[in-house]
């Protein structure tokens, strides 16, 4: 099992920074791939940003490419997500996710992950 808990939402004004951590607990957190992904009210749940357990090889969403950075620490059982030039749009709750994977491989659909964080909520106003 893995315990999964997100911190760092709140509300700032667009143009802002946040950065989100995901602090992982329970069994092993190095093996295994992760990802970011956020709902809005009245969407669907969208991945934002992954990352394989070594590290290398991020994706980000279209919409967040260029702001968004993804990275994380093996040692501190820790994944982070530095958000950047933050826009109302981006408001939503954002997840991490865990799923065990030793490979080079992230994944960007919900049905890959087994385990999930409870969220925590980003609002950016205008």
């Known amino acids: 099992q893995v315990q999964l808990v997100e911190s760092g939402g709140g509300l700032v004004q667009a143009g802002g920074s946040l950065r989100l951590s995901c602090a992982a607990s329970g069994r092993t957190f190095s093996y295994g791939a992760m990802g970011w992904f956020r709902q809005a009210p009245g969407k669907e749940r969208e991945c934002v940003a992954a990352?394989?357990?070594?590290?290398?090889?991020?994706y980000y969403a279209d919409s967040v490419k260029g702001r968004f950075t993804i990275s994380r620490d093996n040692v501190k059982n820790t994944m982070y997500l530095q958000m950047n030039s933050l826009k109302p749009e981006d408001t939503a709750v954002y997840y991490c996710?865990?799923?065990?994977?030793?490979?080079?491989?992230?994944?960007?659909?919900?049905?890959?992950?087994?385990?999930w964080g409870q969220g925590t909520q980003v609002t950016v106003s205008s």
């Open positions: 990352i394989p357990w070594s590290g290398a090889g991020t």
């Open positions: 996710t865990f799923r065990y994977d030793s490979g080079s491989y992230y994944y960007t659909e919900e049905k890959y992950y087994k385990y």
